[in-house]
């Protein structure tokens, strides 16, 4: 159910900050097809679901896909609001599965059939529509994935229906990819090809084929444990509390054991964790929109003031404030200044794959 007295609509700012993690420019411009519904109308003329919002006078959300050769990719933001797919046997329409997470804060509900689970940002949510669907966001959110034929994709397990939540290092690794698929369909013009789709496809049935084994058979895989992490970081950094503790515990392997796959890299879990912060932080100092620095501590997860100015010191050899300064008289057209330690943040598994040897 949707609380009551939520706030229908979106931030302005939010759209912003979220149109710039998918790489769509400010205007819109992508090579995805865009969608803009606002409110009652934009209700009514929601292309997938019956949407159920408290304040539907408010009502607004961004919707971004792509049809692929064998999937549809999406980006979307939706206010607090829930989804419904209602199923209808001997429907023409086939059924599909949707796979996808979520990455703004906020925990959100998917009910399937009978079933109901409860899921964070950055965790996988793998469901058919074989059975009546709905998913319930209590907070802004940024559902992002792709939808695929159940045919293509086959297997008694997917026509049962129902949710698939195999929380795996596995699973982790395959949140990565699906988000950086989706990124790429909805903000760039390059072709993606068979041997992509094929590779996204092959990856759900892996996840699938998962539910009910050992899940923690591939924590000695370096590649597959950077990858978790990294996804952890892109999806929790925000968070003031979150560290190397949180990640380990995440990933169901010992903290000791989490260092050794990182033994070889040329930055540690913490320093991934405040390079990510200090991007943020950067996009919030360049923004048009004015915000403080206790505002931007707090959105990027430096969590204070001085902690703020402690980490862009050490990184930039300026303040937060200079920076800014030195921004307007470059008229925001040269680059942000080098760090002391240029960041290589570790997000892609196959990229990663050549140093994994020196583990």
């Known amino acids: 159910m949707i609380p009551r007295g939520v706030r229908g609509g979106l931030d302005p700012q939010l759209v912003n900050r979220w149109r710039r993690g998918i790489g769509v420019n400010a205007d819109g411009d992508s090579a995805a097809a865009a969608v803009h519904l606002r ?40 206010p607090p609001s829930e989804l419904r797919w ?27 059939g009978h079933e109901q689970r409860v899921y964070e940002p950055g965790e996988l949510v793998i469901v058919s529509s074989a059975q009546p669907l709905s998913v319930a966001f209590s907070a802004p959110a940024d559902p992002t994935g792709f939808v695929i034929g159940l045919d293509v994709l086959g297997g008694d397990r997917f026509s049962r229906g129902g949710l698939v939540v195999p929380q795996s290092l596995l699973s982790r690794a395959a949140s990565h990819f699906v988000r950086g ?92 964790i405040s390079v990510r912060r200090m991007v943020i932080a950067r996009e919030l100092l360049d923004a048009q929109e004015s915000h403080t620095l206790g505002e931007v501590a707090s959105a990027s997860g430096f969590g204070t003031v001085a902690t703020l100015r402690s980490h862009f010191r050490a990184t930039h050899d300026m303040t937060p404030t200079e920076y800014q300064r030195q921004s307007a008289i470059d008229d925001r057209t040269e680059a942000p200044p080098s760090a002391r330690s240029p960041a290589r943040p570790v997000l892609d598994p196959v990229a990663d794959e050549s140093q994994a040897g020196a583990l």
């Open 86 to 112: 209602p199923h209808r046997p001997g429907a023409e329409k086939p059924p599909h599965v949707y796979v996808f997470l979520t990455g703004l804060p906020g925990r959100f509900v998917v009910r399937s």
């Open 39 to 78: 409110g009652r109308a934009g209700v009514a003329a929601h292309p997938c679901a019956t949407v159920v919002t408290a304040r539907p006078e408010t009502f607004e959300c961004v919707l971004y896909s792509r049809k692929l050769t064998h999937l549809t990719t999406r980006c979307d933001l939706y």
């Open 181 to 272: 698929l989706a990124h790429a369909a909805a903000a760039h013009q390059d072709p993606i090809g068979p041997d992509v789709e094929q590779a996204a496809i092959e990856l759900v049935r892996a996840v699938v084929a998962c539910e009910g084994s050992e899940l923690n058979r591939v924590r000695d895989d370096s590649v597959m444990v950077r990858a978790a992490a990294a996804d952890l970081i892109e999806s929790r950094c925000t968070d003031p509390e979150f560290g190397v503790a949180d990640i380990a515990r995440e990933l169901r392997i010992s903290r000791r054991h989490l260092y050794r796959h990182f033994a070889g890299s040329s930055q540690s879990l913490s320093d991934l």
